[in-house]
Structure formats: C-alpha cells, structure tokens
C-alpha cells in the first residue's frame, strides 16, 4: 500500500525542494486573493492546508502520516477532557497528570533509539515536538485561566496549521485564534505580502546557498580533515566548529523565514523565530534572538515557574541562586528534548551554567567594575566572546565530537 501510494502521489518534504514553493504559491492564489477582499475562505483554507499536510506523509512516510492522525485524535482527547475537568475544580494533580499524557508520545519517541539502538519509534513524525509545545501551551493557559474555552474544531487548525507544522516556530493559541478570526485590512495585508516576499527571498539565500554551501561543501572536507589529523583538537576542529554553526544557524533560519513567509500569505503573522543572533552581546541576549519561540515557550512554560516554585518553597536563602538553578535545569530539559544523547545533554548543561555564569558576572560588574563604560569596543569584544562561547556549543551539539573522539572504540 506504502509502495503504491509512493508511486501515485509525490511525497513532498517542507521547504526541501523549489517545486515545492511554486505548488503552494499556486494553490493559495485563491486564498490571497480572498484575503485581499477581506473575506477569508475557511473551507478552501482546510482543504489546502490538509492537501500539502498528506504529500507531506505519502509514499515512504506514510507510517509518519498514520502517527500524526493518531497524535492529533490524542491530544485532541487529552485537552479537552482537561478543559471539561478545569470548568469544574482546579487540582494541581490532574494537571500534572493531563500534562503527562500529553507529553507521553513524545518522551517515547525520544526515549526509544536510545533503548533500541537508535531506531525510530513507530509513533514518531515529522513536527511531533513542536506540536506537543502547541498541546502543552494549550494544557498549562487553561491551568492559569487565561485560556478559558475549547473549540475542539478551532484547537485541531491551530494544531495542523500547515507551513509551521514540521519544524515551527511554535506559536500560542490565542495569538494564532485572533490572527484567524480577524482579516488584515487591505493595507495591512499587502504590507504582510511584501514581507512574505521578501522573507522568501532571504530564506532561499539562506536555505539554498549559504546552508547548502557551509554544510555540503565546507564541513564534509572540514570533518575529513579533522578525522585524519590523528588527535582529539585540531585545527580544522575549529573548522568543523564555524562550518556547523553558519550551516545550524542559515539552514533553521531559511526554513524558519520560508515558514513565516507562507503563513503571512494566509493572512497569519506567524512570530520570527531569529533576531540576528550573532550580534548578541551576552548569551541571556543570544537566547532572546535564537529560535526565539522556543526560548521564550520555555521561558515562559518552564523557567519563570520553576523560580516561582521554589521561591514558594524557599528552597535557597539567596534569591539570585533560585534563578541561577532554574537556568540550569531549564536549560537540561532543553538539551534531553533534543535527544537523549550525552551530547544533547552536555549541550543543555553548557548553557545552562553559561547563562547563570552570565548573571553572576553583570551583577559583579555592576558592583565592583563601574569604571567599565560599555562603548564600541567593549561591545565589540562582547560579540565576539558570546559569538565563540555559541559555536563551541554548537560544535558539541553535532555530535562530532562522539565520533571523532570515540572512533575505533
């Protein structure tokens, strides 16, 4: 069946191919052009988005497509029946455990290769993390009482909404529900068109020259180099390290501003998901312009709670040592979300305790360097330090390092 749907539909992977583009463009003419008339076509808005979301999943991926349909029928049943709980009593219990069973799939997707020599969970799909960060969202504003009804027809759109769905960025519900239901008025939205052309022109340079040639071309002969160097550092290890980061950061950016760019076209203004992060002066500012809409869901969702917790507790005598520990922690369950790999791991733990390093050093500036006046230069070197503590991560996060150091073992 796999095998014939494969031959009869082509399997088209998000953002990967300029085909691609030309096909979602077409089809969303009618979409534009409604909008551009302030009405918004929802039944032809569903059928295109749910048409791209199935090429997405024929032929060979087609296992992914049965997962994601069985995911969203999940969570589908997990918030709502929490909603219909929340409407009656508010126990911390239940939402710890509604939250739980919306996270499940994706802990045993991610636990999985690491008990079974790294082969894939069945249950996995593309996007299946970004769409537990939408679920969860959802879960936890219902907690607070700032997201206090349910549409089960309204959460599956915001859920399936197509050109965020693999990979981001990950939006909130009431903000994507308010774009939805309120049409751009006709300046507005040509504004939003322009911006989605243009988004989509920095997002091939990126995507499509700069990523294709940092990561196809330079870093193959760059871990080439370093393999056959015969020691643990070397330098086309630093090599390695500057070709992956630029590769990271052009290859997510594109995809991230291909996205955005779509999604302008259906009349959503989707959140940027990079801010220039290499101009950052500190890495509490690298992570406020680094895929920033999964910085700020776990600052928001994990971070500013867990300080709230043991403030609660008071779990520590000195307050700025609860936000020291939350950094840490927050930043390993980032790292675990990645993979259950020690490299993922090692990659949250290195930000965690650089951004406490952070604060501990601009609250001993402010109290024993005042002479330091920030000016060009200091900023400069700022930039150049956080841009080299970042690729260093970047560097442990490929993996390289676990085959470089470990090969033969």
């Known amino acids: 069946m796999s095998d014939l749907l494969g031959k009869t539909i082509p399997n088209l992977q998000p953002y990967n191919d300029p085909k691609y583009f030309v096909y979602l463009i077409i089809f969303a003419l009618p979409i534009i052009v409604g ?6 076509l929802k039944i032809y808005e569903t059928v295109y988005s749910a048409a791209f979301i199935v090429l997405m999943f024929t032929g060979d991926k087609l296992n992914q497509g049965i997962a994601l349909i069985l995911y969203i029928f999940w969570q589908l049943a997990i918030v709502g029946l929490y909603h219909r709980y929340r409407s009656v009593k508010n126990s911390a219990i239940v939402f710890y455990l509604y939250t739980a069973l919306s996270i499940l799939p994706l802990f045993i997707v991610k636990l999985t290769p690491a008990l079974d020599n790294d082969k894939p ?7 299946i993390s970004y769409l537990t960060f939408r679920a969860v969202g959802m879960i936890i504003e219902m907690r607070d009482g700032v997201q206090k009804d349910f549409k089960p027809w309204h959460f599956l759109r915001f859920m399936v909404f197509m050109p965020t769905i693999s990979s981001g960025p990950i939006d909130r519900y009431r903000r994507f529900e308010k774009d939805y239901e ?56 630093l090599l390695v390290m500057y070709y992956y980061g630029f590769y990271l950061f052009f290859d997510f950016a594109g995809y991230s501003l291909f996205a955005v760019a779509i999604s302008y076209l259906l009349g959503i203004q989707t959140p940027m998901n990079f801010n220039q992060p290499f101009k950052s002066k500190n890495l509490k500012e690298f992570w406020n312009r680094w895929h920033i809409s999964l910085s700020f869901w776990f600052r928001d969702f994990i971070f500013i709670r867990m300080v709230f917790a043991m403030k609660k507790k008071r779990l520590f005598k000195k307050s700025t040592t609860y936000s020291s520990v939350a950094y840490v922690l927050n930043m390993l369950i980032m790292g675990f979300w990645h993979g259950i790999t020690w490299y993922y791991i090692l990659y949250g733990l290195y930000h965690g305790l650089g951004l406490m390093i952070n604060d501990a050093w601009i609250r001993y500036k402010r109290r024993h360097l005042k002479w330091l006046k920030s000016n060009w230069l200091t900023q400069a070197i700022a930039i150049v330090i956080t841009f080299h503590v970042v690729m260093l991560s970047f560097l442990i996060f490929s993996g390289f390092l676990n085959v470089l150091w470990f090969k033969g073992r």
């Open 35 to 40: 909008l551009f008339f302030g009405r918004r």
């Open 121 to 127: 969970s069945i249950i996995g799909f593309l996007g």
């Open 182 to 237: 309120n049409v751009p008025d006709r300046d507005h939205y040509l504004d939003m068109l322009e911006k989605a052309v243009r988004y989509l022109f920095i997002g091939f340079l990126y995507k499509f020259i700069l990523s294709y040639f940092f990561g196809s071309v330079a870093l193959p002969d760059a871990k080439s180099m370093a393999l056959a160097a015969g020691t643990p550092i070397s330098w086309p290890l």
